[in-house]
């Protein structure tokens, strides 16, 4: 840390991403991309875009905004588009968390929760799951704080059902519920229906798995129109250009291609399932999950030690050595094909280990 570096930042400590190696070709299921490249459409509209790149991208996203209404049931106002769904968690601790009010979430959970919270040095508390890695709704009506919920939670894949956040939002009428649906389209119910009846939710979704355009790095939020208004306040005051005019084209391509969408999202609930028996029959304890991702110990070897033998063999999930979880690896749902080199993998690891 340099001297120039200001005090109000000086106990931060960063988000560690997932490895993104560039050196060597891992089969690489610990970030929870999508295994499928962007779709054909994303992929013309975006070289088509790249033309114009002398220009500066629609701060509006109109083109973006004429998609969306017509694929959720929601209206301009009621949408802003992000770089990436991380850039809307910030803003929605900046908009709604300050010296009166603090944050909560689950203490396992998205580990960029806390990061946001001290870079905005905001009062947070972390609420335990229970035992089965489930949430309590009871714990979470009138906190008195704004509420963050990955809905699938991350890294655990579990699910909540919208009525149980519904309770949650109703408890709280005098605070804002973030509700992260980064994974949502793999098998969850969206709570995207609720921000026509409550003033106190967002939903936030990401383009990022689903739509395959992690690196495009596009998001966006949903809610009650005025809510909206407070956060492009914020986005307008921090990067009005946030979203560039290739992702932006990408994004439009993304969400036009319904198909392609849909049959990868099937295909990754499929894939998860194969997944699940593959690690079901090779012992493991696989957690239920509704995202492309699992979240699987094993009694034969630590999470530790399963992840440093993989990677050695050149397959990549991610590990957590914290707490409750480090017995744990998450691993990403990918192809049938990465599938199979990780399940061999994991048959070999666990062979030589007898
Ligand atoms: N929420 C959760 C729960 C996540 O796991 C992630 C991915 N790391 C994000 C949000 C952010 O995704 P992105 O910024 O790529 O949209």
Redesign the pocket.
Known sequence: MSTFFSSKYDKLTPYTPGEQPQNMKYVKLNT?ESPFNPSPKAQALAKEAIKNLQLYSDPVCGKLLDCVVKIYDVNRDEIMFVN???EA?NFCVMAYCDDKTGAASADIS?G?YPVIMSLNNVDYQTIPLKDDFTIDVNDYKNLGRTIFI?NPN?PTGIALEPEAIEEIIKSNPNNIVVV?E?YVDFGANSCLPLIKKYDNVLVVQ?F?KSRSL?GG?L?FVAGNPKLIQDLNTIRYSTNPYNINSVTMAAGVGALEDVDYFKSNCKTIAENRDYLVSGLNALGFNVLPSKANFVFAESNDISGLKLYQELKERGVLVRHFETGKIKNFNRITVGSKQQLDVLLNTIKEILKEKK
Request: no cysteine; aromatic share 12%; net charge negative.
């Open positions: 929870n990436g769904s991380d968690l998205y960029f990955a991350a992260d980064a990401t990022s992690a790095r998001g």
